[in-house]
C-alpha cells in the first residue's frame, strides 16, 4: 500500500491565482482530513470528511474548498490564493470512530507571493 | 482553538537521558494520541490512551493519562540520537461525533550523541 499520498510536494502561487492540492490514499478509509502547519502554531483543521460526498469545515475554512466523490480522493482548492496561506499542508486519513490512528501524506509547502 | 497545549515547547537532552512531555486539555476527550514529526515529514502516529485508561506502554514509551487535570504525560526513556523530532498530542473529543482530532502545537526534541 502506498498510504497517504500528496501532490505536489512544493508549489509557490502569485496572489490570486488557484490550484487544487491533491490528496489520495488506498487504506479505504472513510475518514480523510486536511491540515496546515504554521510554526509555533501547531496542526489547524482546515476541512474534514466522514464518507464520499460528506464535508465539513474545521477550524481554518476560509479560502479552501474541498470535494469528496470518491473514498480515495480528497483535494483541496484554494481559490485565491494570499500571502496569509503560505504553509505546510498535511492530508490524513483514518478509519470510522474515534479510537482509530490518523495517516498523514509527506506534505505539501505552499508559498504565496 | 487548540485542544491540547504541550509542555515544554522545546527539550535538549543527551542519549540515555528520559524525555518527558506534558499535554494539557480542555474538554472531556474520547481518547488523546500522541504523534511524532521527523524534520519535514508528515506525523506518525505512536500511541492512543483511552479515557478509561490511567497508563499505556509501548516498548521504550509510557504514555499517562489524568482526565480529573485533563491533562497527560509522555515519558521516552533511554532516548537515542533517532528520537529528535517534534511531538504532538491529540485529542478526540467527545462531543465531536468522533470525527476530528484536534492537535495542540508540540514539544521539539533535541537528543544530543
Known amino acids: 500500500n502506498a498510504g497517504v499520498t500528496q501532490t505536489p510536494k512544493f508549489q509557490v502561487l502569485k496572489t490570486g491565482q488557484s490550484m487544487t492540492l491533491q490528496c489520495a490514499q488506498d487504506m479505504n478509509h472513510e475518514y480523510m482530513s486536511w491540515y496546515r502547519q504554521d510554526p509555533g502554531m501547531g496542526l489547524r483543521l482546515i476541512h474534514y470528511s466522514v464518507g464520499a460526498g460528506i464535508t465539513d469545515q474545521g477550524e481554518v475554512p476560509n479560502g479552501y474548498n474541498v470535494s469528496r466523490s470518491t473514498t480515495e480522493d480528497f483535494p483541496l482548492r484554494l481559490l485565491s490564493a494570499a500571502p496569509s496561506q503560505t504553509s505546510v499542508y498535511f492530508c490524513?486519513?483514518?478509519?470510522?470512530?474515534?479510537?482509530?490512528?490518523?495517516?498523514f501524506g509527506p506534505g505539501t509547502r505552499l508559498t504565496v507571493t | 482553538s487548540q485542544q491540547g497545549e504541550e509542555d515544554p515547547q522545546a527539550l535538549s537532552i543527551q542519549e540515555g537521558e528520559n524525555a518527558t512531555m506534558n499535554c494539557s486539555y480542555k474538554?472531556?476527550?474520547?481518547?488523546l494520541q500522541w504523534y511524532r514529526q521527523n524534520s519535514g515529514r508528515g506525523l506518525v502516529h505512536l500511541i492512543l490512551i483511552r479515557s478509561n485508561e490511567r497508563e499505556k506502554h509501548s516498548g521504550r514509551l509510557r504514555v499517562t493519562l489524568d482526565t480529573s487535570k485533563k491533562s497527560s504525560s509522555l515519558l521516552i526513556t533511554a532516548s537515542r540520537a533517532a528520537d529528535t523530532a517534534s511531538y504532538f498530542c491529540?485529542?478526540?473529543?467527545?462531543?465531536?461525533?468522533?470525527?476530528?482530532?484536534?492537535f495542540g502545537k508540540g514539544t521539539m526534541l533535541l537528543v544530543s550523541p
Open positions: 490524513a486519513s483514518r478509519n470510522r470512530g474515534g479510537r482509530n490512528e490518523q495517516y
Open positions: 491529540a485529542t478526540v473529543a467527545m462531543n465531536s461525533g468522533y470525527s476530528t482530532l484536534t
Open positions: 474538554t472531556s476527550i474520547n481518547n
